[in-house]
């Protein structure tokens, strides 16, 4: 393949994963000047031997802890990564394993994998960078069916025993975000930490205090209070000025994440792919910037819009906010 490649390596009881991913090994040794693995540990001992012919200077494995944290920035992550070797006039291929739920509360699993798979449709478009490719691998045995569907539509190809083939489920990223068919929000509880409905402006920063000390209050420290309250002011000041006063602000904890919510008038329509595609430069002074950010600094940012009212929830697991806690 020439161009860039977006695959998905679907393990299931009749595919398993040394018989598919050794001979890609080696076609990717010919091709590419780096074959980037950022897999588990149970997954690179079963890859071992497979791994072992492929020579040293053209195989290299990464850390899944530094690449796989919050969605948005592990996303940025591999897009820089990605520009980085093309601008060295290198060709790279990456084989990762997504790890969804092992740094999250089971409550959250359904919308981390949502907030995922939307990351992936969106990778055909924003990891096209050269001539690279990304290959990614699901576990049927892991993930219910409705992930692996999902898998399929956001993936261009889909390895096989001969080599990657172009995959008849493959909807571009527009198209799946528009016509995704996320879990339903939860309400949220009838009572919350934290409850604020701003009117303009000028009380963001009563915001920022209120949820600066909160956080702190459940443990949150530093950079990741700070990362928490820019995110949600940047929804908030959105709401304001593009979806309508009130902006109604709650927010609670289950466990170790903090979930925060913003409801505004939502008079505005928001796009499907709003936040998921790295501003211009001139954004920081001519708008668009704020969802980006915030998808950024959380971990899962939902977004539900109806006639009238616009919700953003915002999940910010302490696990993943400081890893080192």
Not at 4 to 26: G, K, N, Q, S, Y
Not at 164 to 184: F, I, K, M, N, V
Not at 248 to 275: E, F, K, S, Y
């Amino acid at each position: 393949m020439l161009a860039f490649a977006h695959t998905a390596l679907i393990i299931d009881a009749d595919l398993d994963l040394p018989r598919v991913l050794e001979p890609e090994l080696h076609r990717s040794a010919e091709i590419y000047d780096e074959v980037l693995l950022v897999v588990s540990a149970r997954t690179r001992a079963v890859l071992a031997d497979a791994a072992a012919d492929v020579p040293g200077h053209i195989l290299s494995w990464g850390d899944p802890a530094s690449f796989y944290q919050r969605l948005g920035s592990a996303y940025e992550a591999f897009r820089r990564y990605l520009a980085a070797q093309h601008q060295a006039g290198r060709r790279v291929h990456v084989i990762a394993e997504p790890d969804l739920l092992s740094t999250v509360d089971a409550r959250f699993h359904a919308d981390r994998a949502a907030a995922y798979l939307a990351y992936e449709a969106v990778g055909n478009h924003t990891f096209a960078i050269g001539r690279s490719a990304v290959t990614c691998i699901w576990d049927h045995r892991d993930h219910g069916d409705a992930i692996i569907d999902a898998v399929r539509a956001t993936h261009a190809y889909e390895l096989t025993g001969t080599g990657p083939a172009p995959s008849p489920h493959y909807l571009s990223p527009e198209r799946y975000l528009s016509e995704r068919h996320d879990t339903p929000m939860r309400s949220a509880p009838p009572h919350v930490d934290r409850d604020l409905t701003l009117h303009d402006v000028a009380e963001l920063s009563a915001l920022r205090s209120l949820l600066g000390a909160w956080a702190a209050d459940r443990g949150f420290a530093g950079e990741a209070i700070e990362d928490l309250t820019v995110a949600v002011v940047e929804v908030a000041t959105n709401g304001l000025r593009h979806g309508g006063a009130p902006v109604h602000v709650r927010a609670w904890h289950h466990g170790d994440t903090l979930v925060v919510q913003c409801d505004d008038a939502g008079n505005q329509p928001i796009p499907a792919t709003a936040g998921y595609y790295r501003p211009h430069p001139l954004a920081a002074t001519t708008g668009g910037r704020g969802l980006w950010l915030a998808r950024q600094l959380a971990d899962v940012v939902t977004v539900s819009a109806a006639p009238g009212r616009t919700t953003v929830r915002l999940l910010f697991p302490r696990r993943l906010m400081q890893p080192q806690a």
